[in-house]
């Protein structure tokens, strides 16, 4: 052996040591000079290995970790068991892995690069871009602009038909609040068609050592995997995403406890708002990201403090004198509307049935009218307020209050909520100030997503189950999701259901003079 050769494997020998990634340039050279020199043809084009690949078995959803170091870096996956490991060096994991076992062909999850160990020379084949595409899916404007007119099944490779887009989410204990948050806003347009570029917001900067990033990362990713026609499997998992939701948001959503959806949206959507650029500030130097011009709205509040009771009329007149006790106004952005349900009766029925109240939606939202006040009671003061909408958004968001805690546990409200699902005016909401009116031409709204929970009883709280309904636009079709489960649904069965959050889509005025005419 030579000078330089014994000097290369005294530094692949360190390398390995310290548990630093092989240079893998060095391997590449190497190892191809002995595949073309030993038989006389280019291995990396013929490889003989390729039939010992299980399509079945590979699953790239889960975390990219080595399933021995549990090290990050340098981490590949085998292509014939699905399992990961580190390195390709002679001493790597993937290196003993190949021996012992007998498994040869690996792809660098990072490169996308393929090779064959233990000879350790790359594999070049056009029959691999399949896995390729799986691990990481890619989309062009032209793929985007399709996808909400398609109506095409798709065939997985274990044989199961599915829509892109239409895909069930693991639950991997206690996630489904998260899972059904998820599955609706990827079918909110302008956010779907932003995410499934990833240069969108690859280049995005942020201080050093701010974990906020990944979950840009991660959305987009799961974004990508569930609208890909091209899946091994008719699921995803959504296992990198929720591990960035417990990082980023400091153990306050975890995968293992049940939580509130509304929560987790506010959360989610308020952090890719900051993150993407967003401000609260209405006339900010700083642009709106695509968060705030798809959901954001802006409200006016008006409110008042109210007079203490106990006052005669004279002491109560020289107080609404005062600035104190003057109405204010603040115009204050929002992404979501709070709703509130009357509460439900206590006693029963002459039948001795509990009888479950029915509420049209014009009634709750007449909340937002700029005219109804509501009082707000804390332990020092009471304080009136009503609120006015200023500005509508392309997608509103609108929450129904259905749990309230009291002394003993939440309790939830049964309520049934009256509502269309398409051609719901908003107008009688919205400001009846000339300047705001002239700037919403259509004030129409249609359902595309309705967030449902469900429980054994009224004093169960949130322990129960939650599942979300998808309007598909390219079939017209509803389908009920509920983690791996994916049904179709008849629309007449969405107003039965005890709705939670709802997602409502401008309609465009184009698409509703050709409905006129």
């Given at each position: ?19 630093y ?11 191809a ?9 280019d ?12 399509r079945?078995l ?13 090290s990050h870096?340098n ?8 399992k ?5 060096g002679?001493k790597?994991?993937?290196y003993t892995?190949?021996?012992q ?5 690996y792809?660098n999850?990072?490169t996308?690069?393929?090779?064959c160990?233990p ?10 871009d ?30 199961a ?5 239409i895909?069930?989410l ?12 998820l599955?609706?806003l ?5 956010l779907r ?10 280049k995005?900067?942020?201080?050093p050592g ?10 987009g ?8 026609p091209?899946?091994?499997?008719a699921h ?6 929720l591990?960035s939701?417990?990082l980023?948001s400091?153990?306050r959503f ?5 939580g509130?959806p509304?929560?987790?949206?506010s ?6 708002h900051?993150?993407?650029g967003?401000?609260?500030?209405k006339n ?5 990201s695509r968060?705030?011009?798809?959901f ?5 509040i008006y409110?008042?403090?109210v ?15 005062t600035?104190?006790?003057q109405?204010?106004?603040?115009e204050?952005?929002f992404l ?7 509460p439900a009766?206590?006693?029963?029925d002459?039948?001795?049935?509990n ?13 937002f009218n700029g005219?109804q006040?509501?009082e707000?009671k804390?332990?020092k ?19 129904i209050?259905?749990?309230n805690?009291n ?11 009256n ?8 107008s009688?909401?919205?400001s ?8 919403h031409?259509?004030t129409?709204?249609d359902?595309?997503?309705n967030i449902?929970?469900?429980s ?10 939650f ?6 636009k390219?079939?017209g ?5 509920q ?7 008849l ?9 939670y959050?709802?997602i409502?889509?401008?309609r ?5 003079k050709?409905?006129?005419?």
């Open positions: 052996m030579s000078a330089p050769d014994i000097t290369r494997e005294n530094l692949l020998q360190n390398k390995l040591k310290r548990n990634p092989v240079d893998e340039d060095d391997d590449d050279k190497a190892d000079k002995v595949a073309v020199n030993e038989t006389g043809v291995r990396s084009r013929k490889c003989p290995y390729l039939d010992t690949i299980n079945h590979l699953d790239f959803d889960f975390e990219k970790l080595c399933s021995v170091s549990l870096l981490v590949y996956a085998c292509l014939v068991c699905g990961y490991f580190q390195g390709r002679q790597s994991h993937a892995h190949s021996v076992i007998g498994h040869h062909v792809i999850l990072h996308l690069r393929f090779y160990l000879d350790n020379y790359e594999v070049i084949d056009s029959s691999l399949d896995i390729k595409f799986v691990l990481n899916p890619t989309f062009s404007v032209h793929n985007i602009a399709l996808l909400s007119s398609n109506t095409k099944l798709t065939r997985a490779y274990d044989g038909t599915y829509l892109p887009g895909v069930g693991n639950n991997i204990k206690a996630n489904d609040y998260c899972n059904v948050i599955q609706a990827s079918h909110v347009g302008p068609d932003y995410f499934l570029r990833e240069e969108n917001y690859g995005i900067k942020r201080p701010d974990h906020m990033i990944l979950l840009v990362q991660r959305f990713e799961l974004l990508r995997k569930l609208w890909n091209r899946n091994f499997k995803v998992s959504p296992h990198e995403m591990q939701v417990v980023c400091k153990k975890q995968i293992t406890t049940q509130d509304i929560e987790f949206l959360w989610l959507l308020n952090s890719l900051s993150i993407l967003g401000t609260k500030k900010s130097t700083v642009m709106n968060i705030g011009n798809t954001q709205g802006h409200m006016r409110s008042r403090k007079l203490p009771v106990d006052l005669d009329p004279r002491e109560q007149e020289a107080l609404l004198q600035e104190e006790y109405e204010t106004s603040v204050t952005p979501y509307l709070t709703a509130d349900l009357p009766p206590i006693f029963q002459e039948m001795k049935q009888i479950i109240p029915q509420v049209p939606l014009s009634q709750i939202l007449s909340k005219m006040e509501k707000y804390t332990s003061e009471s304080i009136v307020k009503r609120f006015e909408i200023r500005r509508l958004p392309p997608f509103l968001i609108m929450c209050k259905r749990f805690k002394l003993f546990y939440v309790e939830k409200n049964p309520t049934i909520l509502f269309p699902i398409k051609n719901i005016d908003l009688d909401i919205l009846q100030d000339e300047d705001v009116r002239a700037q031409p259509n129409t709204y359902l595309i997503a449902v929970h469900d054994a009883g009224a004093d169960q709280g949130r322990r129960g189950t599942r979300v309904h998808i309007l598909h390219g079939t079709k509803w389908f009920e999701m983690d791996l489960h994916v049904t179709e649904i629309p007449q069965m969405i107003t039965l259901t005890e709705a959050i709802q409502y889509e401008l465009k005025e184009d698409s509703q050709s409905q006129s005419a």
